[in-house]
């Protein structure tokens, strides 16, 4: 198949590309690289099975190549990219959804979005089901992300709907590995390269708030498993293994016998306490199922970030 991933120069686009090539597809990537990099595709830079067009998507693009898959993934994706960019963020749920799910329309081309646990915000339901409608605060500091992605649901049912578009739409949990930025703000980087500077560790509250981290590779086989079954309502998917973040820095502490300390920082406006997926869905319908333990992920994750720090 001819197979377009927007943002697929990012983190977890960049993985998707791969085995999506490992399959013998032909990707187009269109991306403007504003939080992704061409570095992260640097090793498929041989292969005539990429193509990587550099494009903004809140402005149309018009591919003339017939397009059978689209996985849309740009946006910016962790807090501090997105509170640095809140504007593009918006812009990017909101009309470069719309112009991807034009490109699907002219193509008949299944289109799959890429949203976010964060639709349920600080979840007053524990752990979350698709069924929940969530708790986000539109003003807050996390607004610009949370309701880019919730118009980007809205927009992609509507084109389902009305236009009778082909749309999957996964609700992925925190998801971590190779290749994600070390100064994206993000947990996981930014534990692992205070380790690797023997800094401090900064918890921010007091470390109960919880998350559920999915490795990438796990992730990637999830994301094509729905875009190839038939179901048009949001499946979660994430690692539903929960953790506080001061176990966490533990665990990456004991991982890497660092010496580091930790050191405790104020808790982010709206920073959500308490986040697991349900994924009974993913189970049912995919057949999902995350396998690579946090222990085994952080290994790979820390190998890769101690060659390239
Ligand atoms: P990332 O920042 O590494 O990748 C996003 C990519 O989108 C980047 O390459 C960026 O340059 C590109 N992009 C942004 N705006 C664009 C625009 N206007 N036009 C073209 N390209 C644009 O982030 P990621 O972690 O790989 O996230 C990928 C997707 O998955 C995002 O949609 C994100 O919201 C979603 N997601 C990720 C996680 C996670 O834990 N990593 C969790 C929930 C949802
Ligand atoms: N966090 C932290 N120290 C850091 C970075 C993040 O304690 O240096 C916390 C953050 O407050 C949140 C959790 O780790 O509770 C996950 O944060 P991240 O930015 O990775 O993603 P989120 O799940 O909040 O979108």
Same mark, same amino acid.
């Given at each position: 198949?001819?197979?377009?991933? $927007?943002?697929?120069?990012?983190?977890?686009?960049?993985?998707?590309?791969?085995?999506?090539?490992?399959?013998?597809? &032909?990707?187009? +990537?269109?991306?403007?690289?504003?939080?992704?990099?061409?570095?992260?595709?640097?090793?498929?830079?041989? /292969?005539?099975?990429?193509?990587?067009?550099?494009?903004?998507?809140? &402005?149309?693009?018009?591919?003339?190549?017939?397009?059978?898959? *689209?996985?849309?993934?740009?946006?910016?994706?962790?807090?501090?990219?997105?509170?640095?960019?809140?504007?593009?963020?918006?812009?990017?749920?909101?009309?470069? $959804?719309?112009?991807?799910?034009?490109?699907?329309?002219?193509?008949?081309?299944?289109?799959?979005?890429?949203?976010?646990?964060?639709?349920?915000?600080?979840?007053?339901?524990?752990?979350?089901?698709?069924?929940?409608?969530?708790? +986000?605060?539109? *003003?807050?500091?996390?607004?610009?992300?949370?309701?880019?992605?919730?118009?980007?649901?809205?927009? +992609?049912?509507?084109?389902?709907?009305?236009?009778?578009?082909?749309?999957?739409?996964?609700?992925?949990?925190?998801?971590?590995?190779?290749?994600?930025?070390?100064? !994206?703000?993000?947990?996981?980087?930014?534990?692992?390269?205070?380790?690797?500077?023997?800094?401090?560790?900064?918890?921010?509250?007091?470390?109960?708030?919880?998350? /559920?981290?999915?490795?990438?590779?796990?992730? +990637?086989?999830?994301?094509?498993?729905?875009?190839?079954?038939?179901?048009?309502?949001? *499946?979660?998917?994430?690692?539903?293994?929960?953790?506080?973040?001061?176990?966490?820095?533990?665990?990456?502490?004991?991982?890497?016998?660092?010496?580091?300390?930790?050191?405790?920082?104020?808790?982010?406006?709206? !920073?959500?306490?308490?986040?697991?997926?349900?994924?009974?869905?993913?189970?049912?319908?995919?057949?999902?199922?995350? &396998?690579? /333990?946090?222990?085994?992920?952080?290994?790979?994750?820390? &190998?890769?970030?101690?060659?390239?720090?």
């Amino acid at each position: 198949m001819r197979i377009v991933v $927007t943002g697929g120069a990012g983190f977890i686009g960049s993985h998707l590309t791969d085995a999506l090539i490992n399959q013998g597809h &032909k990707v187009v +990537v269109i991306d403007n690289f504003i939080t992704g990099s061409r570095k992260n595709l640097e090793h498929l830079k041989d /292969s005539d099975h990429l193509m990587i067009v550099e494009h903004d998507i809140t &402005k149309p693009i018009y591919l003339a190549e017939k397009i059978d898959r *689209i996985y849309h993934l740009a946006s910016p994706a962790s807090p501090i990219d997105y509170q640095k960019l809140p504007i593009q963020t918006l812009k990017v749920g909101a009309l470069g $959804t719309h112009n991807i799910l034009g490109m699907a329309k002219n193509h008949n081309a299944r289109i799959l979005l890429a949203s976010t646990s964060e639709v349920y915000g600080d979840p007053e339901e524990h752990p979350q089901k698709e069924t929940y409608w969530g708790h +986000v605060n539109p *003003i807050g500091p996390r607004g610009c992300y949370d309701e880019s992605k919730r118009f980007a649901e809205a927009i +992609v049912v509507a084109y389902r709907d009305y236009h009778k578009v082909d749309t999957r739409i996964i609700r992925i949990f925190n998801t971590y590995g190779p290749r994600m930025r070390l100064n !994206d703000g993000r947990v996981v980087p930014a534990f692992i390269s205070q380790i690797l500077h023997q800094h401090d560790i900064t918890i921010f509250g007091d470390g109960s708030q919880t998350r /559920s981290f999915c490795y990438v590779s796990d992730l +990637v086989r999830g994301i094509m498993g729905v875009m190839e079954a038939g179901d048009q309502n949001p *499946i979660n998917l994430g690692n539903p293994s929960e953790i506080t973040i001061k176990e966490f820095a533990e665990k990456v502490i004991s991982i890497t016998g660092s010496e580091s300390k930790l050191v405790y920082q104020p808790l982010p406006v709206d !920073d959500p306490q308490r986040r697991r997926p349900d994924i009974t869905r993913a189970r049912e319908i995919v057949g999902w199922e995350p &396998k690579i /333990s946090l222990e085994e992920g952080l290994i790979n994750t820390l &190998k890769w970030a101690k060659e390239n720090v």
